[in-house]
């Protein structure tokens, strides 16, 4: 059992900054590979990036590639999204999201746990 928590979420302008946190709690050795996805309202959840909790090998979605990047802790259990150059169609709820198998990485139904989401909004 792992539980979630998703922080860092804001109002931002274009082309600033911003970093999402993951605390995970429970049975944290568990987790074999941790993704961030993001949903805007009445729209299905969308892949954003995943990494590999040991070998750190990171995958992301095309539209986010040079911009963002995916990173662990594993000392103090969280995960990490760094977004920069933010542009208004970044704009979304973005969760945190763990699988205790290796499953394809880009369905968000192939996830095990999830965080309650972290609402971040770019302005133009």
């Known amino acids: 059992q792992v539980q979630l928590a998703e922080s860092g979420g804001q109002l931002v302008q274009a082309g600033d900054s911003l970093r999402l946190s993951c605390a995970a709690a429970g049975r944290t050795f568990t987790i074999w590979r941790m993704g961030w996805f993001r949903q805007t309202p009445g729209k299905e959840r969308e892949f954003v990036a995943a990494i590999n909790w040991n070998s750190k090998i990171a995958e992301y979605t095309e539209g986010v590639k040079g911009r963002f990047t995916i990173s662990r802790d594993g000392a103090e259990n969280e995960a990490y999204l760094q977004m920069n150059s933010l542009k208004p169609e970044d704009t979304a709820v973005y969760y945190c999201?763990?699988?205790?198998?290796?499953?394809?990485?880009?369905?968000?139904?192939?996830?095990?746990?999830w965080g309650q989401g972290t609402q971040v909004t770019v302005s133009s």
């Open positions: 999201a763990a699988q205790n198998k290796f499953r394809p990485l880009r369905e968000w139904a192939n996830y095990d746990y």
